[in-house]
């Protein structure tokens, strides 16, 4: 073997350090922010995250691997794109007990695809994470500041999860669900649409056409109403008290269901008093089928 | 156009970031102060991708700008750096295996001086072409030959001498 072929064998051989992963992402987002970039519509929602977002705390939810690299290790069953879980996470302390499984997708064919909607899932949860952990140690020290011992303090529950709710070659939709069990309960959900072929996030124009906002409108206010019908206990917000006036664009929440039908959904309180929780709205009208 | 050239940018980045890393590591030597080059040289080229014309060339432009960051990062270096090779090499003079001898082949290069450093680095380990290297340390593809040539001779040098 040649000198330089012996030196190329050490030169690849240079230990990668855990934290690369993190600096490079953190230095493209920190200057990608402030620009106008394409790359704000696939990462919607996450953008105001991703500035103030990671802390010490995501490192440790990345200890080991890099994501890709964890991808790595799980086994190719088939070629047909898959939702799978990347991650689990678990941490029992005095403040609060966490669970999390965290969902990344593979094989869809598209790599840059796949790194920015995993990217954006784990910084997404790294955030959630942080800022549930913080409300339960604000909780704690609440309840030792007004007098309380640790014995008064329950650990908050923080769990979160993911659910596929459709499939097929062309599309994934899935939600991840947090749920926080502190003095009063929390639960959100994030939700992923993804049109493979195309390499993008679906929005409501792109799977109810141009008019989707009439559509979702006018399904929403029929449901609403007949809800209150059905159960005098269902009640909704009325419009001057901050209830349903029509959604306010294509980024509005939905998933697709196993009907392959889309359904609309506003989180607790959004348009109906709490003990309704998270609200669904399966649209008929559907240009997607 | 600017923002094909960003996500181009932004792609190669994510893809190479171990190649990067290893690129910067062979200039600091040391782990932490390669990080701090290859986050300060996605900070600059995000900065001034603006500048770049032709998308075609982000790779070359994004190496020019790595390598100068580097080696000015390991100017600022200099002391530890010593300081660390020489525990290498206590460390290596105890195990004689192949992985060692590599490993001193490469800190042959890590020693080399700059100029002939990076012309070796990009030719051998990150097989770039002639006219690339010329292209990212600003010179001919004459000076990038010759400065090939010299380097492999140094090296050379340096093995014999060491196994006397």
Do not use: C
């Amino acid at each position: 073997m040649s000198i330089l072929k012996k030196a190329k064998k050490a030169y690849n051989s240079i230990e990668i350090p855990q934290e690369l992963d993190y600096v490079v992402n953190k230095a493209i987002h920190k200057n990608n922010l402030h620009q106008k970039s394409k790359l704000k519509i696939w990462i919607k929602g996450a953008t105001a995250t991703l500035a103030t977002t990671f802390a010490l705390f995501v490192i440790l939810l990345n200890t080991n691997e890099t994501f890709a690299k964890a991808m790595e290790d799980v086994p190719v069953i088939g070629s047909i794109a898959e939702v799978f879980t990347v991650r689990e996470y678990k941490e029992e302390n005095d403040t609060d007990l966490i669970e999390a499984k965290i969902p990344a997708i593979k094989n869809t064919g598209n790599e840059e695809l796949e790194d920015r909607i995993n990217y954006e899932i784990s910084s997404k949860i790294n955030e959630v994470l942080e800022e549930a952990k913080q409300r339960a140690e604000e909780y704690k020290e609440a309840v030792l500041a007004t007098g309380g011992t640790m014995e008064d303090y329950i650990p908050t529950q923080i769990n979160i999860d993911y659910k596929i709710t459709y499939q097929d070659d062309n599309i994934i939709s899935f939600v991840i669900t947090k749920s926080e069990s502190a003095a009063s309960a929390y639960q959100e959900q994030y939700f992923y649409n993804i049109d493979i072929e195309n390499g993008k996030e679906l929005n409501l124009r792109d799977v109810l056409g141009e008019d989707y906002k009439e559509i979702v409108d006018e399904e929403v206010k029929k449901q609403i109403k007949e809800r209150m019908e059905e159960n005098k206990d269902n009640s909704y917000f009325t419009e001057g008290e901050g209830g349903f006036s029509g959604i306010e664009d294509e980024y509005q929440d939905f998933y697709i269901n196993e009907n392959k039908k889309v359904t609309v959904v506003f989180q607790k309180y959004e348009i109906a008093p709490g003990y309704m929780g998270i609200q669904n709205f399966e649209i008929q009208n559907n240009i997607l089928v | 156009m600017a923002y094909v050239a960003q996500e181009v940018l932004i792609e190669y980045i994510k893809e190479n970031q171990e190649k990067l890393y290893r690129i910067a590591y062979t200039y600091t030597k040391n782990q932490e102060a390669a990080l701090d080059v290859v986050q300060e040289a996605i900070t600059k080229s995000l900065e001034n991708i603006h500048k770049l014309r032709n998308e075609e060339y982000v790779k070359t432009w994004f190496y020019r700008i790595l390598i100068n960051e580097a080696i000015k990062e390991s100017k600022n270096n200099k002391s530890f750096i010593e300081f660390e090779l020489a525990e290498n090499e206590i460390h290596h003079n105890n195990h004689e295996n192949e992985l060692v001898e590599n490993l001193d082949i490469y800190e042959n290069i890590q020693k080399l001086n700059k100029k002939l450093k990076t012309v070796i680095l990009l030719r051998f380990f990150e097989n770039l072409k002639i006219e690339e290297i010329a292209y990212i340390t600003k010179t001919n593809t004459n000076t990038v030959k010759s400065r090939l040539y010299k380097g492999i001779e140094e090296i050379k040098k340096n093995m014999e001498r060491r196994s006397l």
